[in-house]
Protein backbone atom coordinates (compact mmCIF):
# COMPACT_ATOMS: atom_id res chain seq x y z
CA UNK A 1 0.00 0.00 0.00
CA UNK A 2 1.67 3.33 -1.08
CA UNK A 3 1.89 6.37 1.57
CA UNK A 4 -1.17 7.54 -0.35
CA UNK A 5 -3.66 5.18 -0.33
CA UNK A 6 -2.75 4.84 3.02
CA UNK A 7 -3.57 8.34 3.95
CA UNK A 8 -6.84 7.82 2.18
CA UNK A 9 -8.04 4.72 4.08
CA UNK A 10 -7.57 6.52 7.54
CA UNK A 11 -9.10 9.53 6.23
CA UNK A 12 -12.41 7.40 5.48
CA UNK A 13 -13.28 6.70 8.77
CA UNK A 14 -16.70 7.18 9.62
CA UNK A 15 -17.65 10.01 12.16
CA UNK A 16 -19.22 8.56 15.07
CA UNK A 17 -18.20 4.90 14.44
CA UNK A 18 -17.02 3.26 17.67
CA UNK A 19 -14.20 0.18 17.81
CA UNK A 20 -11.66 2.69 17.28
CA UNK A 21 -10.24 5.90 19.26
CA UNK A 22 -10.72 9.31 17.14
CA UNK A 23 -7.79 11.47 16.47
CA UNK A 24 -9.84 14.58 15.35
CA UNK A 25 -12.92 16.36 15.51
CA UNK A 26 -13.88 15.44 11.91
CA UNK A 27 -13.97 11.57 13.54
CA UNK A 28 -16.93 12.68 16.33
CA UNK A 29 -20.51 12.05 16.00
CA UNK A 30 -22.41 15.52 16.40
CA UNK A 31 -22.68 14.87 20.06
CA UNK A 32 -19.09 14.16 20.64
CA UNK A 33 -18.65 17.80 19.13
CA UNK A 34 -20.83 19.35 21.23
CA UNK A 35 -19.34 17.85 24.70
CA UNK A 36 -15.82 18.79 23.13
CA UNK A 37 -17.19 21.89 21.48
CA UNK A 38 -18.64 22.84 25.17
CA UNK A 39 -15.68 21.70 27.02
CA UNK A 40 -13.07 24.03 25.20
CA UNK A 41 -15.44 26.60 25.50
CA UNK A 42 -16.08 26.88 29.45
CA UNK A 43 -12.44 26.38 29.82
CA UNK A 44 -11.13 28.98 27.67
CA UNK A 45 -13.00 31.63 29.59
CA UNK A 46 -15.89 33.80 31.15
CA UNK A 47 -16.37 35.45 27.73
CA UNK A 48 -17.58 32.31 26.17
CA UNK A 49 -20.10 31.73 28.69
CA UNK A 50 -22.84 34.03 26.73
CA UNK A 51 -21.91 31.37 23.75
CA UNK A 52 -22.29 28.51 25.56
CA UNK A 53 -25.26 29.28 26.92
CA UNK A 54 -26.82 30.13 23.69
CA UNK A 55 -25.65 27.07 22.34
CA UNK A 56 -27.24 25.09 24.87
CA UNK A 57 -30.74 26.95 24.41
CA UNK A 58 -30.07 25.68 20.56
CA UNK A 59 -29.04 22.02 21.54
CA UNK A 60 -31.36 21.04 23.93
CA UNK A 61 -34.89 21.54 25.02
CA UNK A 62 -35.77 24.98 26.24
CA UNK A 63 -36.63 23.30 29.97
CA UNK A 64 -33.67 21.64 29.71
CA UNK A 65 -30.67 24.27 28.82
CA UNK A 66 -30.09 25.68 31.92
CA UNK A 67 -29.84 22.56 33.97
CA UNK A 68 -27.53 20.97 31.36
CA UNK A 69 -24.99 23.96 31.83
CA UNK A 70 -25.39 23.82 35.69
CA UNK A 71 -24.53 20.14 35.27
CA UNK A 72 -21.57 20.60 33.13
CA UNK A 73 -20.28 23.49 34.76
CA UNK A 74 -20.64 21.68 38.22
CA UNK A 75 -18.66 18.93 36.34
CA UNK A 76 -15.51 21.12 35.04
CA UNK A 77 -15.57 23.10 38.47
CA UNK A 78 -15.15 19.39 40.03
CA UNK A 79 -12.63 18.40 37.26
CA UNK A 80 -10.50 21.91 38.20
CA UNK A 81 -10.51 21.36 41.42
CA UNK A 82 -9.59 17.56 41.61
CA UNK A 83 -7.25 17.19 38.64
CA UNK A 84 -4.63 14.77 39.38
CA UNK A 85 -2.88 16.91 36.65
CA UNK A 86 -2.83 19.69 34.43
CA UNK A 87 -5.82 18.67 31.92
CA UNK A 88 -4.25 18.84 28.36
CA UNK A 89 -6.91 20.46 26.01
CA UNK A 90 -7.04 22.11 22.02
CA UNK A 91 -7.86 25.58 21.47
CA UNK A 92 -12.12 25.63 20.33
CA UNK A 93 -11.53 25.88 16.68
CA UNK A 94 -8.41 23.72 16.63
CA UNK A 95 -9.24 19.89 14.82
CA UNK A 96 -7.05 17.86 16.46
CA UNK A 97 -8.17 16.39 19.82
CA UNK A 98 -5.94 15.22 22.98
CA UNK A 99 -6.32 12.12 25.16
CA UNK A 100 -7.70 14.02 28.30
CA UNK A 101 -10.32 15.53 25.44
CA UNK A 102 -10.76 11.85 24.35
CA UNK A 103 -11.36 10.75 27.95
CA UNK A 104 -14.14 12.98 28.77
CA UNK A 105 -16.13 12.51 25.91
CA UNK A 106 -15.63 8.52 26.34
CA UNK A 107 -16.98 9.18 30.05
CA UNK A 108 -20.19 10.78 28.61
CA UNK A 109 -20.80 8.11 26.58
CA UNK A 110 -20.09 5.21 28.96
CA UNK A 111 -22.68 7.27 31.54
CA UNK A 112 -25.04 7.32 28.31
CA UNK A 113 -24.94 3.46 28.24
CA UNK A 114 -25.18 2.63 31.44
CA UNK A 115 -21.21 1.63 32.54
CA UNK A 116 -20.70 3.86 35.69
CA UNK A 117 -17.97 1.73 36.91
CA UNK A 118 -16.27 2.14 33.26
CA UNK A 119 -16.91 5.89 33.68
CA UNK A 120 -15.63 6.23 37.02
CA UNK A 121 -12.66 4.05 36.22
CA UNK A 122 -11.95 6.62 33.33
CA UNK A 123 -12.79 9.39 35.32
CA UNK A 124 -9.82 8.21 37.72
CA UNK A 125 -7.72 9.15 35.21
CA UNK A 126 -8.43 12.73 35.43
CA UNK A 127 -9.21 13.78 38.77
CA UNK A 128 -8.13 12.19 42.42
CA UNK A 129 -10.29 9.76 44.09
CA UNK A 130 -11.66 12.51 46.24
CA UNK A 131 -13.53 14.29 43.29
CA UNK A 132 -14.05 11.36 41.53
CA UNK A 133 -18.19 10.99 42.68
CA UNK A 134 -18.85 14.53 42.41
CA UNK A 135 -17.38 14.74 38.65
CA UNK A 136 -19.21 11.39 37.73
CA UNK A 137 -22.26 12.66 39.35
CA UNK A 138 -22.20 15.63 37.66
CA UNK A 139 -21.29 14.54 34.06
CA UNK A 140 -24.08 11.74 34.61
CA UNK A 141 -26.85 14.58 34.85
CA UNK A 142 -25.34 16.18 31.77
CA UNK A 143 -25.54 12.83 29.87
CA UNK A 144 -29.17 12.37 31.06
CA UNK A 145 -30.06 15.88 29.46
CA UNK A 146 -27.82 15.06 26.28
CA UNK A 147 -29.72 11.61 26.13
CA UNK A 148 -33.01 13.31 26.18
CA UNK A 149 -32.24 16.09 23.68
CA UNK A 150 -31.55 13.23 21.39
CA UNK A 151 -27.54 13.74 21.42
CA UNK A 152 -26.41 10.42 21.73
CA UNK A 153 -22.87 9.18 22.45
CA UNK A 154 -21.39 6.35 20.81
CA UNK A 155 -19.72 4.12 23.36
CA UNK A 156 -16.14 3.25 22.07
CA UNK A 157 -14.60 1.78 24.26
CA UNK A 158 -16.74 -1.24 24.56
CA UNK A 159 -14.76 -4.08 23.16
CA UNK A 160 -16.41 -5.33 19.58
CA UNK A 161 -16.29 -8.82 18.66
CA UNK A 162 -14.26 -9.63 22.14
CA UNK A 163 -11.13 -7.64 21.09
CA UNK A 164 -10.15 -5.13 23.33
CA UNK A 165 -9.40 -1.43 21.85
CA UNK A 166 -5.92 0.12 21.70
CA UNK A 167 -5.55 2.77 24.20
CA UNK A 168 -5.93 6.11 22.32
CA UNK A 169 -2.69 8.16 21.49
CA UNK A 170 -1.03 10.69 23.54
CA UNK A 171 -1.19 14.13 21.20
CA UNK A 172 0.35 17.45 21.22
CA UNK A 173 -1.11 20.55 22.22
CA UNK A 174 -0.89 23.83 20.51
Known amino acids: MSMREFAGAESR????????????????????????????????????????????DRQFRQSEARPALIALDAALVGLTRHARRTIAYHQP?????????????????????????????????????????????????????????GHDLPYRTRPQNGSRLARPAAMLVH
Open 13 to 56: VEPGSSGHWPTSIQELSEGEHLVLWAFRRWVSGREHLPMLAREF
Open 93 to 149: CCACLGADEVCLISIVAALQNGATAAARAMAQWLVRSDGVEGFTTALNDFADYLNSS
